[in-house]
Every structure is written in C-alpha cells, then in structure tokens.
C-alpha cells in the first residue's frame, strides 16, 4: 500500500521567513495530493491541493510543487506569520479502481516566532 | 455553510464496552470516510461508505463497522473496546465526481475517545 513520508517533523522558522514541508510517497498510482494544517484541538483544514496532472499550485503565500518522477512533493510558504502555527499534514490518494483513500505522513509542527 | 459535523464531542468508555460515533457530511457531499488520529499523529483511514456501502477498508479489525444511511450521513461503532482504541475519530466528507474519485475531503471536528 502507500506509504507516505513527511520531513522535518518540527520547523521553527521567524516570523517573515519562509518554510518549506517535503513529503515523498511511494505508490506511482497516486494523483492527488492535498494538504492540511491542523491547530491544538481542531480539525484539519484543506489548505491547498494538487493533481498529478499539474507540477505547482500557488494560493497566495502557499505554493504546493510536486514532482511525479522522484515521487515527492512539497509545501512552501512565504512570509510567514504567528497564525501559521500549527501542525501541516500532506496526504496521498491513490485510486484503487473502486475507491480512493487517503495515506497522510507523520506530520510538521511549524513554529512562527516573532 | 453546512460543514461536517460528527456527535459527540467526547466519549469515556471502559475496557470491552461499545461505541457509536456519528457524522453528517457537508452539504452536497456523498461519500463519507472515518479516520483514527492518535496523538501525535496523522489521520489513519479506517474505511470509506458510498451508497450506503462500505467501499474501501483499512488496517483495522472487524470490531471497527460501520453504516451510511440514505441521507449520507454515517455511523462509525467499534466493539470490544481496547486501551488502544483512545484517539480522535475523524469523520470527513467528499463528493464523487466519477466512479470512486473524489478529491476535497473535509473533515468533521472529530470525536474524542477515551478508554479506561
């Protein structure tokens, strides 16, 4: 099955700076690849997304790249602020022909300090 | 807007007892899918129901079921529950947009289950 990779588990980056998640997988089927950020005690929230069809996806200060032959992508954001805090999750969905499943990584704490 | 919603909030449930959580998904949406969170983790799926059918399982034992009823909301029960059963159950929601592909999921607020 998918296996879905995600580094560095913490970042602690100054308020201003940029940050950047990569995230490798390991099925060629995967074409869809959202991400999520989730704050203390909340739900995740889709913050961007991707498909496999397309190498980079810009919303304001996030961008998502992907890279279909090294199988990795990555979540960049800009100008980062306190409120970006939070725990950021990138997923992989590979579909199986009946259904398409999630397989999320590990998880990136993000620490914004001023 | 009528997000997902998942009731209740928090569970406390001895060792061997069983639980139902529940969800409604967002308006519009068709598919739903449970995941188990522990702590400090990532979302683990459970398993995903369209038309009222489960359609896709993950790594977990028998004792995880679940239903989807004709408005598209689901249940998720789990049985014989173990110390390790204690997590947040995330329910999340999607629209198929072609046989079984879907792609935004939105998640629910999640139920916290404790076991004791």
């Known amino acids: 099955g998918e296996n879905v990779e995600q580094h560095p588990s913490t970042l602690s980056v100054q308020e201003g700076d940029s940050a950047v998640i990569k995230c490798t997988y390991s099925?060629?089927?995967?074409?869809?690849f959202p991400w999520y950020k989730q704050e203390l005690g909340k739900r995740p929230q889709l913050i961007i997304d991707i498909r496999s069809n397309v190498g980079e996806k810009k919303d304001q200060r996030i961008a998502v790249t992907l890279n279909k032959t090294a199988k990795h992508f990555s979540l960049h954001i800009t100008e980062t602020q306190p409120e970006d805090s939070a725990v950021y999750f990138c997923a992989a969905r590979a579909y199986t022909g009946t259904a398409s499943k999630l397989t999320f990584g590990t998880g990136t704490r993000l620490q914004v300090t001023l | 807007d009528a997000g997902v919603t998942q009731s209740p909030t928090h569970l406390i449930k001895t060792r061997g007892q069983q639980v139902t959580l529940r969800c409604s998904p967002k308006?519009?949406?068709?598919?739903v899918s449970w995941y188990q969170q522990a702590l400090g983790q990532g979302p683990q799926f459970i398993f995903q129901?369209?038309?009222?059918?489960?359609?896709q399982r993950g790594n977990f034992p028998d004792r995880f079921s679940g239903h989807q009823f004709p408005n598209y909301s689901s249940e998720l029960n789990v049985n014989a529950l173990l110390l390790g059963d204690s997590a947040l159950y995330l329910c999340?929601?999607?629209?198929?947009?072609?046989?079984?592909?879907?792609?935004?999921?939105?998640f629910g607020p999640g139920t916290r289950l404790t076991v004791t």
């Open positions: 999340a929601s999607s629209l198929e947009v072609a046989a079984g592909v879907s792609y935004e999921q939105y």
């Open positions: 308006s519009g949406h068709d598919t």
């Open positions: 099925d060629s089927a995967s074409n869809y």
């Open positions: 129901y369209y038309e009222e059918e489960e359609r």
